[in-house]
Nanobody, 122 residues
């Protein structure tokens, strides 16, 4: 089984910074993509940033400029560095991993972490 775990959320004042971390583990053959999504209360889940195994990175408007996603291949981790945080960044942040599972090769599967709360407030 594959497990995806996020950490690093918390309460921060406007203008502050946070680093979120995601670790994928288990019967992973290869990771196709790792990405960060967020979902604010009463809103739909939206993509923030995503990185492929080749290192290509895509940001949506929600993540462009202030956020940076960093992938560490050897550790199966992805970090989201968030700077100059604003109250509108308040949301549950989820890590998503698309992988080729050892047990079901060559088909792909999607896994989600449990989410980590980010609250930006004075």
């Amino acid at each position: 089984q594959v497990q995806v775990v996020e950490s690093g959320g918390g309460l921060v004042q406007p203008g502050g910074s946070l680093k979120l971390s995601c670790t994928a583990s288990g019967s992973i053959f290869t990771i196709i993509t790792m990405g960060w999504y967020r979902q604010a209360a009463g809103k739909q889940r939206e993509l923030v940033a995503i990185t492929s195994g080749s290192g290509r990175i895509n940001y949506t408007d929600s993540g462009q400029g202030r956020f940076t996603i960093v992938r560490h291949i050897g550790d199966n981790t992805a970090h989201l560095h968030m700077n100059n945080l604003k109250p509108e960044d308040t949301a549950v942040y989820y890590c998503h991993v698309n992988i080729v599972n050892v047990a079901t090769f060559p088909s792909t599967s999607d896994y989600w972490g449990q989410g980590t709360q980010v609250t930006v407030s004075s």
